[in-house]
């Protein structure tokens, strides 16, 4: 199983990026997924999660302002992020909650600053 994440980067406060783990080894649309950050110093937290039959759920610090979604042709989900603040600063990380285990990608870093 292998979660490959991109689309991190550089971007202002109010900006916006999407973030996205394409999976293989698994299918993604048979399992929850979620997106977790880590700041430094900071213990990772949940940002976002989606169930096999689509709920989703937000940590409130995010709420109104990220969107995660699933892609099941593509076997990719994604993190839409907006109204962007310089505390979003973090490694973003998905992870998988398969049948047989969890699966964690190696994260991408999201850096929000003027």
């Known amino acids: 199983v292998q979660l490959v994440e991109s689309g991190g980067g550089l971007v202002q406060p109010g900006g916006s990026l999407r973030l996205s783990c394409a999976a293989s080894?698994?299918?993604?649309?048979?399992?929850?997924m979620a997106w977790y950050r880590q700041a430094p110093g900071k213990q990772r937290e949940l940002v976002a999660s989606?169930?096999?039959?689509?709920?989703?759920n937000y940590v409130d610090s995010v709420k109104g302002r990220f969107t995660i979604s699933r892609d099941n042709a593509k076997n990719t989900v994604y993190l839409q992020m907006s109204s962007l603040k310089p505390e979003d600063t973090a490694v973003y990380y998905c992870k998988a909650f398969g049948a047989f285990g969890s699966y964690w990608g190696q994260g991408t870093q999201v850096t929000v600053s003027s």
């Open positions: 989606i169930t096999t039959g689509g709920s989703t």
């Open positions: 080894g698994i299918i993604l649309s048979l399992n929850a």
